[in-house]
């Protein structure tokens, strides 16, 4: 099932001459089989562009992909863009699992069924927009099920994290290293999250990441400003408590990733406005929302940036497009509703509260 794998949300202020557009790019449209890999396997294959559709339309970063066909072919280096299926617990299985991401599902859940594989050193270009600088917000990560497995009952090379007693303070670190245009030898800044982690005091603290976690660049380094950074490219690798010293990491060093955040500014004049109105706002149970044009795309994001889906209901309102959302599965907080129509886009933000007076 095809379906819009970016989210754009502009914003324009009456007094600003600039707007800010959000876009979550991720994987939905590789254009190749479900329970697939793209790995460069095929020979053809070298890269990976992330679109915002099916159309190749609006390009935000390049993967590159790397095949070795010395002894019978693996898939060396870089990147592969995956749709293979599997949240099996047990064993580590290389051949099946190396490719699944362990929640089973891309981040938007059952009808998002692709992802990215990275490995040590897997490298990732941000194409430059038109209309200004890219400023990369955050992505999504997790593990791959092979690693889970590995991590969670160790194998003939790796040991089970925590060892027989639990205690081992034991971690698998996936490290991020931001470059830019001016400092392409030199990292401007590095940032660590933990993909598994088994060094608190209190042994059920110890965790391996089975589900899709956002790194918000605003709060894991030091030296990012508040808004993300203007950055070129992105390296990826891992570090670990397992390691021999002659091969270096026992532990797989495979993760999966899905949903990178950007935003950039662009001229106010190239946002036509659909004349949105939402109501009621605060809201509890649903909100109605109204624009002139017929709405081609609702979507809904909260503040931590994950996409939520709620219900949308259409109904006749004379001049206007009406819908009703329902917003009953959402957790209180704030949310942005964008509505995309044939006009432009426009955003409303909606507090769902827990009760309305």
């Known amino acids: 099932m095809k379906k819009i794998i970016f989210l754009l949300l502009a914003m324009a202020a009456a007094k600003q001459s600039n707007a800010q557009s959000y876009m979550q790019v991720g994987f939905e449209f590789a254009n190749f089989d479900t329970l697939k890999v793209l790995n460069g396997s095929d020979l053809k294959t070298t890269g990976y562009t992330g679109t915002q559709d099916n159309n190749n339309q609006g390009n935000y970063f390049y993967m590159p992909i790397d095949w070795d066909t010395s002894f019978g072919g693996y898939w060396r280096s870089g990147w592969a863009i995956s749709k293979v299926i599997d949240t099996t617990e047990g064993d580590g299985d290389y051949a099946a699992q190396l490719y699944a991401a362990r929640p089973g599902t891309g981040l938007k859940g059952v009808f998002d069924q692709a ?13 430059d927009l038109a ?7 955050g992505f999504h990560y997790t593990n791959t099920t092979f690693g889970y497995n590995v991590m969670k009952r160790g194998n003939m090379f790796a040991k089970k994290f925590g060892g027989s007693t639990g205690n081992d303070a034991d971690s698998l670190i996936l490290v991020g290293k931001l470059y830019r245009h001016d400092k392409m030898q030199t990292a401007i800044d590095t940032f660590r999250v933990a993909l598994a982690d088994f060094r608190f005091a209190d042994n059920s603290q110890d965790y391996i990441v089975k589900d899709w976690r956002y790194v918000d660049m605003k709060y894991v380094s030091s030296t990012l400003p508040a808004q993300g950074w203007v950055a070129d490219s992105l390296e990826f690798g891992l570090e670990g408590s397992d390691n021999d010293p002659q091969f270096g990491l026992n532990t797989p060093a495979f993760f999966a990733v899905d949903g990178f955040l950007f935003s950039f500014y662009e001229s106010v004049q190239k946002f036509n406005k659909t004349e949105l ?14 624009t002139k044009s017929q709405p081609k795309m609702i979507q809904v994001m909260d503040m931590a940036g994950k996409i939520w ?14 819908f009703q959302l329902d ?11 964008t509505v995309v129509t044939e006009s432009g886009m426009e955003t409303a933000k909606v507090v ?4 309305v007076k």
Do not use: C, H, R
């Open 327 to 337: 917003l009953s599965a959402l957790p209180m907080g704030v949310y942005q509703v």
């Open 115 to 127: 992802w990215a594989v990275g490995q040590q050193g897997s490298k990732l270009k941000f194409i």
């Open 309 to 322: 889906t709620p219900k949308a209901t259409a109904f006749e309102g004379g001049q206007t497009f009406q």
């Open 352 to 355: 769902k509260a827990d009760s």
């Open 131 to 137: 209309q200004g600088a890219i400023v990369f917000n």
């Open 277 to 290: 109105t939402v109501s009621p706002n605060p809201a509890q149970n649903w909100i109605s929302l109204s």
